[in-house]
């Protein structure tokens, strides 16, 4: 009788600490961490917006590298949005995913300075990029 007993006990435990599953939940846009990645996302486009309209220098690659940093970074936080969105970060790798997700932050935002540093030498030959550059 107790066997029995002891069986049930432990299997109620085992549906009781389930491990996370892949699923498409919003919730998390609502979080402040979602909203940040949707202004983030906001701020991307923008970036490749203003960047792609703006008026070329001749022989230089101020205009390209911006642009790269912006549809990387667009890459980058899509690809992290996904991530959460799906769940898959809860499901693969819980306890590091914080950090993962702050190193790619400080990545894009240090790229975004070298790149407005790059945009800013720019200026001083044309005073369209010195906007950018701030």
């Known amino acids: 009788m107790t066997i029995i ?5 432990i299997s ?3 549906n009781d600490t389930r491990s996370p599953r892949l699923t498409c939940s919003l919730k998390y846009l609502r979080t402040i961490p979602g909203i940040l990645k949707i202004v983030q ?5 923008i970036c490749i917006i203003l ?10 690659g101020h205009k390209g590298f911006f ?10 936080t899509t690809f992290l949005i996904l991530l959460a969105v799906i769940n898959l970060q809860a499901v693969c790798i819980p ?3 914080p950090l993962i997700e702050m190193f790619c ?10 790149a407005s540093i790059v945009v800013a030498t720019a200026a001083k030959t044309n005073g ?3 906007a950018a550059a701030v």
């Open 5 to 9: 007993l002891r069986l049930k006990v």
């Open 41 to 45: 996302f906001v701020c991307d486009v």
């Open 67 to 76: 642009l790269f940093v912006a549809v990387l970074a667009i890459v980058i």
């Open 12 to 14: 109620t435990m085992d």
């Open 95 to 97: 306890e590091r995913w």
């Open 128 to 130: 369209v990029y010195g």
């Open 51 to 60: 960047g792609g309209v703006a008026p070329s220098l001749t022989f230089t």
């Open 105 to 114: 932050c400080c990545i894009i935002a240090l790229l975004y300075c070298i």
